[in-house]
Structures are given as C-alpha cells and as structure tokens.
T-cell receptor, first 115, second 112 residues
Framework: GAVVSQHPSRVICKSGTSVKIECRSL??????MFWYRQFPKQSLMLMAT?????????EQGVEKDKFLINHASLTLSTLTVTSAHPEDSSFYIC???????????FGPGTRLTVT | QKEVEQDPGPLSVPEGAIVSLNCTYS??????FMWYRQYSRKGPELLMY????GNKEDGRFTAQVDKSSKYISLFIRDSQPSDSATYLC????????????FGAGTRLFVKA
C-alpha cells in the first residue's frame, strides 16, 4: 500500500511552546490530507481536512488558531500546535487521500507530550 | 444514532479461530468501505478496501459489504496472536466533499 510518513514520531515540549508535525505522502500526490487526534483506547477524532492550496476545514470544536494547518504542496501538510498546554497531549495522526482510488492511508502517528 | 456503529469489544478468541467483525452504517450515500488494523501506539493500516456490495478476499482476510442492509463485515481465518489489534471499520462518501466516518474500533485478542 501507499506510504505516508510523519515526523516527529514523538515529541515532548514545555507548556506555552509551539510544535510542528509534518505529514508526507511518499509515493502519490495527495490533494487532500486529514488530521486526527486519538486518545487512549478511543477511536479517531477528525480535527481538520487539509486541501492543497486552500484553507483547511476544521471540525466543530477545533480551534483553528490553535491548530494551524498548512498544505503547501501535493505531498506535504503540517500541523502546528500553538501555545501547547498539557491537555493537548495526545496521539496525532495524519492521513492522505489517494484521489485516483479514494483510498485513505495513515501515517504512523506523532505522540505529543506537553509538560 | 452514530453514522457507523461498531461493537468495541473486547473480543477474545483462541488461535486458529475464525473471527467475525461487524459494523452497521446509516447513510446510504456512503460509497467506499474500509477496514483498518491498528496496533497499540501506531497509525491505522489499511487492510481492505471495497467499493461495492459483495465479498473481497485477501489471504486470510475477507471483507463483505451488504449495501441493502448497510452491513459490513471482516472475517479473519486461522487467526494468529499477531492479529491481536484494534480493527476499525470506516465508510466514505464523496458527496459534497470527501468524508470518512470511522467506527469505534473492536479490540481483538487472539490467545496462543
């Protein structure tokens, strides 16, 4: 299957700082990428849909000024958690949509810990 | 009512058993049907992807979609301890923008 990478896989940051997470589709062009958050033993919660060259669409309850999404190219989307707080600690997962097949592939996830 | 209903389990079976995982969905507009496997602390891995009603087989895995009853299934034959994971069903629609809805995930334990 297609490969989606995420970087970093794990990050620890201090409260009040910002953290950037990168999501790359390695072998196909992804005009659409998705950002999810997952709490332990729970399913995926969609945060936003990222479309290349346009503004991201955020789900209800997700602060767009806190979770900045940039999809500058067909293979890269970034999520920046601004002014992070301990309650932002979570597992963040991106996925990329292969427009040719409508298959959605996930990255390995980024575990964020805010101290 | 959730758009995709899935029993979270846990489901525990002995090695070699046939596992049956199921989901129901409510919106007939859903066109694509997927099963993902997620190991602890990892991203979901796409296992099966189908577009229409019927069966799709890949090795020990068979996905089944019945659009008339809005029911999707995943069967695992000769289950192995390495199959122990959370299995997420998902459905997608491209009407008015692409959207995927995930089930809650079923935790499966295969005992050696």
């Amino acid at each position: 299957g297609a490969v989606v990478s995420q970087h970093p896989s794990r990050v620890i940051c201090k409260s009040g700082t910002s953290v950037k997470i990168e999501c790359r589709s390695l072998d196909f062009q992804a005009t659409t990428m998705f950002w999810y958050r997952q709490f332990p033993k729970q399913s995926l919660m969609l945060m936003a849909t990222s479309n290349e060259g346009s503004k991201a669409t955020y789900e209800q309850g997700v602060e767009k000024d806190k979770f900045l999404i940039n999809h500058a190219s067909l293979t890269l989307s970034t999520l920046t958690v601004t002014s992070a707080h301990p309650e932002d600690s979570s597992f963040y997962i991106c996925s990329a949509l292969d427009r040719g097949t409508y298959e959605q592939y996930f990255g390995p996830g980024t575990r964020l810990t805010v101290t | 009512q959730k758009e995709v209903e899935q029993d979270p389990g846990p489901l525990s079976v002995p090695e070699g058993a046939i596992v049956s995982l199921n989901c129901t969905y409510s919106n007939s507009a859903f066109q694509y049907f997927m099963w993902y496997r997620q190991y602890s602390r990892k991203g979901p891995e796409l296992l099966m992807y189908t577009y229409s009603s019927g069966n799709k087989e890949d090795g020990r895995f068979t996905a089944q979609v019945d659009k008339s009853s809005k029911y999707i299934s995943l069967f695992i034959r000769d289950s192995q301890p390495s199959d122990s994971a959370t299995y997420l069903c998902a459905t997608s629609s491209n009407t008015g923008g692409f959207k995927t809805i995930f089930g809650a995930g079923t935790r499966l334990f295969v005992k050696a």
